[in-house]
């Protein structure tokens, strides 16, 4: 309900459908790298689970930060874009992998050379900004911004080592966003600690994802 009185049936809702999203399109997408681990390397269906989340986090990472502005500040603004931008590129080296029937993340990884390179670095600065402006905006636990700051490092540091290395990796990433869906599903973000103007002008407290976004752009 707005301060007019207005109610608005959509707030509740959204928010809800964005924290189910968030923990299931992460389990999905861990589920996605056990099942390559298990079978040592690329399946059609394999790569169909992994495209179907990887396709939904830019989405999810922005409904996120809308969730957290105006706390999040700029720099989580420009950390959920670039962040958001990695993976719609990764989302398009799984549909190269499907379309060219490419075996394994090595074989991909040579296929693309040094754009997966590129990506992969901007995927860890994207990413060490974003988790960096979760923990510094309370807005959701502290503890998800430093997993996902660790598992950014490590998904990259990993890259050249054994499997099972890479899949811990992936976990502490994919448990950090799951972490942020659970408190947002249960309520146990720390949301109370943005004044009601603040909410107001990120459109939670009357208008929606749409309007957060709008205030992000007014903002510049």
Known sequence: MSADGTSHPDLGR??????????????????????????????????????????????????????????????????????????????????????????????????????VAVHGALMVIFGLALGWAVRRAGVLPRWTGAMLMAGVVLVAVSSTMPEIVQ?????????????MGIALLTGRAPTSSNTPEELEEAGIGGGGLNR????MSARG
Request: net charge negative; aromatic share 16%.
């Open 167 to 179: 899949l811990a990796a992936a976990g502490f990433r994919d448990l950090a966003f799951a972490g």
């Open 212 to 215: 957060g976004l709008q205030g």
């Open 14 to 115: 959204a928010p809800v459908g964005l924290a189910v999203a968030v923990v299931g399109f992460s389990v999905l997408y861990f589920v996605s790298d056990v099942v390559e681990v298990v079978q040592g390397g690329f399946s059609p269906a394999q790569l169909w689970l992994t495209y179907v989340a990887e396709a939904a986090i830019p989405f999810l990472v922005l409904g996120l930060c809308v969730v957290q502005w105006p706390r999040i500040g700029r720099v989580g603004v420009v950390g959920a874009l670039g962040y958001a931008y990695t993976f719609v590129f990764f989302t398009g080296t799984v549909l190269f992998a499907l379309v060219n029937d490419v075996g394994s993340w090595s074989a991909l990884a040579d296929e693309l050379g040094a754009w």
